[in-house]
């Protein structure tokens, strides 16, 4: 694909210098860039870089002097997070997949597919299933009875998704993603030790070792419209009640959202966050990775926690935590700064009893 700054520019929303018709075929880092490349230069800490490689043109931070970098076009980007979303789906080239029904498809007979979907090798789409204009199968997919997947959604290979699970438009889910197997719900014919531990917070007491029950899921997972899930995924069908995603809300790689958990819109779940069952989320959180949540809990709206947080009680609105356990991340930091200065104040006690309890020498 070969695209003109003039392009480019207007696709960004950017101001632009030089030579607009100048043609580029690629993105590249600025030292291994091209003569056709466009380099990606958007902070003054990559001057440098500039004159290892061959650019002809790059896209800038503002009120940069492209000229005196020797380029012959520049785009100015204030934003360069945003500046690499436009730039990115503009050069996207996708996954290449055909169009049309694979002939290695099985598609059942009582499935509705809309207009212009496309369904890959050795995919199965179950009995009542619809499936929504513009979509995209990937191979080897298995879509079961009566799910909804809404309209332009793309399934990249080896995706599954279970019985009854409604989704909405332009849904992206990467390869093994597993949307809608039965939850981890388990129980004991009588109080087992885990019962006990959780009410004491340490005692089992007297309970005795037992065979666990299964408690099958009734419900499924819901899922809004422009919600994104990453490689092995998975979110679990809700015992009664679905578990449910809102519009706009992203999961990283090797997420997994337990059963009968509410994540509100426009989150975000860094790789191998963990959500254990009934967990009410609410709206623009952020989870970075590795983070855990332990059951029955809500987290407010606006809440932030840094990698590896482990969230084990309720968090109010807008609070930024980080910790096992979770604390406030000025708190956290506190501590971490006490814990550094443990060894040299073991010192100083030890020098000090040394000098108490010295005893006078003998006559």
Not at 217 to 238: M, P, Q
Not at 301 to 308: E, N, T
């Amino acid at each position: 694909m070969t695209f003109t700054i003039r392009q480019i520019a207007k696709q960004l929303g950017a101001e632009a210098a030089g030579d607009l018709e100048l043609t580029v075929q690629r993105a590249a880092e600025p030292a291994d860039a091209g003569p056709e490349d466009l380099a990606l230069a958007m902070s003054e800490k990559y001057r440098g870089d500039l004159s290892k490689g061959q650019a002809r043109a790059a896209i800038l931070w503002p009120d940069a002097n492209w000229q005196d970098m020797g380029l012959a076009a520049a785009i100015f980007a204030p934003r360069p997070r945003m500046a690499m979303s436009g730039l990115t789906a503009l050069m996207d080239r996708g996954q290449g997949c055909d169009t049309g029904i694979h002939p290695t498809a099985v598609i059942d007979a009582t499935a509705e597919l809309a207009d212009n979907v496309s369904v890959g090798p050795l995919s199965v789409v179950g009995p009542g299933a619809r499936i929504g204009a513009g979509s995209v199968i990937g191979p080897h997919c298995a879509i079961g009875p009566d799910v909804r997947l809404g309209e332009n959604a793309l399934l990249r290979e080896m995706v599954s998704i279970g019985a009854r699970v409604r989704i909405g438009a332009r849904f992206i889910a990467q390869p093994g993603a597993r949307i809608g197997g039965d939850g981890f719900s388990f129980v004991t014919p009588e109080v087992s030790g885990a019962e006990n531990v959780r009410k004491t917070m340490g005692d089992q007491g007297d309970a005795k070792a037992q065979s666990w029950i299964r408690i099958h899921s009734l419900g499924a997972v819901t899922i809004g419209d422009d919600v994104e899930v990453g490689a092995n995924c998975t979110v679990d069908n809700g015992t009664i009640r679905d578990t449910r995603i809102g519009d706009g809300s992203k999961l990283d790689n090797l997420v997994h959202v337990g059963h009968n958990t509410r994540v509100g819109r426009d989150c975000l779940l860094c790789g191998q966050t963990g959500i254990s069952g009934s967990v009410d989320i609410g709206d623009n959180v952020i989870l970075g990775g590795q983070v855990g949540v332990v059951d029955n809990i809500f987290i407010g709206d606006r809440v932030i926690a840094g990698g590896g947080t482990k969230i084990l009680s309720n968090v109010p609105a807008g609070r930024v935590i980080m910790g096992y356990p979770a604390v406030k991340m000025e708190t956290h930091t506190d501590m971490y700064k006490a814990q550094r200065r443990l060894p040299r104040l073991m010192r100083d006690i030890a020098a000090l009893q040394k000098a108490v309890f010295k005893q006078e020498p003998k006559d």
